[in-house]
Structures are given as structure tokens and as C-alpha cells.
Nanobody, 119 residues
Framework: QVQLVESGGGMVQAGGSLRLSCAAS????????MGWFRQAPGKEREFVAA?????????SYADSVKGRFTISRDNAKNTVYLQMNRLKPEDTAAYYC???????????WGQGTQVTVSS
């Protein structure tokens, strides 16, 4: 497994932007598929975005964030980012990054960072 630490959460007004970062430990970060998930109070954790290797780095997004959020990575810094633009109150949640260190799905998780969007 790998240690993941998120940062960059906070409070922002609707329409604003935030950039989340997830720093990973270890020397093999560049091999891992990475994802962002979120969990709002009283709701289940849901997929937000992922960046996976498939002959090149490919990104995917939940329909609810497509066109507003961008996932990226800097392998030299062992970091994955989530740029969030045009934030909405319904984006309020704890955001978690996750890594696939094996082919059995996401098996390493960060502690989460809170994002609160006010209307």
C-alpha cells in the first residue's frame, strides 16, 4: 500500500474554485491508477474522477462534475490534483484520494479533506 495525504480543502462560495492535492509516499507512484471520491453527510461515498494508465494516462469523471473538475498528476512530485471550478453547494463533501496498488481496485485511501460550498 501507499500513504496518501490530501490537502487544499476549505470553504468557498458557489461559483468559486479550489484545487485539491494528494501527496503519495513511495517510489512507485507513477505506476498507480489514482482516483478522487467524495462523501457527503448521510450519503455513500461516490466516485468523482480517475486517472488511469491505458496506453497513456486517461481520465474519467462522474457526470455530476464533468466539465467543471479536472484530475491531473505530477509523477515527479508523487502528487495527484483535482481542480474544481464552478463549485456548487451540492459539491460539499469530504474528498478522498485513492490509489490502485494492485489489480484488485482502490486499496489505499487518504484521510480526506473537507470542501464546503456556500450558496
Amino acid at each position: 500500500q501507499v500513504q496518501l495525504v490530501e490537502s487544499g480543502g476549505g470553504m468557498v462560495q458557489a461559483g468559486g474554485s479550489l484545487r485539491l492535492s494528494c501527496a503519495a509516499s513511495g517510489r512507485t507512484f507513477s505506476r498507480y491508477d489514482m482516483g478522487w471520491f467524495r462523501q457527503a453527510p448521510g450519503k455513500e461515498r461516490e466516485f468523482v474522477a480517475a486517472i488511469n494508465w491505458s496506453g497513456g494516462w486517461r481520465t474519467s469523471y462522474a457526470d455530476s462534475v464533468k466539465g467543471r473538475f479536472t484530475i491531473s498528476r505530477d509523477n515527479a512530485k508523487n502528487t495527484v490534483y483535482l481542480q474544481m471550478n464552478r463549485l456548487k453547494p451540492e459539491d460539499t463533501a469530504a474528498y478522498y484520494c485513492a490509489a490502485k496498488t494492485t489489480n484488485r481496485g482502490y486499496d489505499s485511501w487518504g484521510q480526506g479533506t473537507q470542501v464546503t460550498v456556500s450558496s
